[in-house]
């Protein structure tokens, strides 16, 4: 069982920036990616960013060249540094962590409301 500790959403003025941590605790070994989606009301969930164990990164095209993703491995924890925040980021961010290819978990999930 892996359980996720999401932090660092919040309400900030456009072009304001914030930063998420999830940390990851239990059976985190196998940790083979970990990254961010979001869901904002009425929309689908949708790629935010993610990283591999290894360092490789990939971006959602709306937050390309704004968000940056991070992770620390031997704290088994996922940044999202979230920089220019525009109205449309606002949604809840849920963080994702892979375990090999087959188990996935996600976190609780973290409000971000982006005001004009």
């Known amino acids: 069982q892996v359980h996720l500790v999401e932090s660092g959403g919040g309400l900030v003025q456009a072009g304001g920036s914030l930063r998420l941590s999830c940390a990851a605790s239990?059976?985190?070994?196998?940790?083979?990616?970990m990254g961010w989606y979001r869901q904002a009301p009425g929309k689908q969930r949708e790629l935010v960013a993610t990283?591999?164990?290894?360092?490789?990164?990939n971006y959602g095209d709306s937050v390309k060249g704004r968000f940056t993703i991070s992770r620390d491995n031997a704290k088994s924890t996922v940044y999202l540094q979230m920089n220019g925040l525009k109205p449309e980021d606002t949604a809840v961010y849920y963080c994702?962590?892979?375990?090999?290819?087959?188990?996935?978990?996600w976190g609780q999930g973290t409000q971000v409301t982006v005001s004009s």
């Open positions: 990283i591999t164990s290894g360092g490789t990164t």
């Open positions: 994702k962590v892979d375990i090999g290819f087959f188990v996935v978990y």
């Open positions: 239990g059976s985190i070994s196998s940790i083979r990616a």
